[in-house]
């Protein structure tokens, strides 16, 4: 009986975890300095400081991190606005090649970029003679490894799809047997007088 009740719910829990499966969690650089800068290139990363983050910002890394490098390439996070020069851009769309796109509304500002003809842009306001725009796909940032940590952000669905995958685990044994991790408990035997109820 109880193997015909563990044999249920180890389906049940399969059959749940499979449902809730999806990509494995993003890979992310958390800042662990109290001020670290986001930088748009490396061969010379004090002329190339986009933007400066506070402690515990959290990136998404772009692509694959080896773990080695001294550079983490990052994706730029939602709270950063870059700037393109407002005429450059009619109805939302970009009107000319090589259109730099720069770290403030200043044409001695770092060059963070640059976008094409056709190019779209979100705005996020007008400053001046400049458009304060989302910070377009194409554009690569990096963080210095020594002022960030790299870690697995899992979301809701990710943490219950891995708790279920462990409780399968915990749950099954090879070829249907009992092993030792999911025996049913045995009787404790105490030496207490027994409850009783009146």
Known sequence: MWRCHMACFSAVICAIAAAAASEPGRLMARVTAERAALYTGIDSPQESAAAWLPLATELEVRGED???SLWIPVLAPDSLSLYIYRDL???????????QVRAGPSATAVVVGSMNKGDRVETRGVYGDWRRITPPPEVSFWIARDQAEVFVKMSEEELVADLLKRLHAAFSAPDGELSETNAPP???ETNAPPILEF
């Open 66 to 68: 080896d773990g080695v």
């Open 89 to 99: 851009v009619k109805s939302g769309l970009v009107t000319a090649d090589k259109s």
């Open 186 to 188: 045995a009787a404790v």
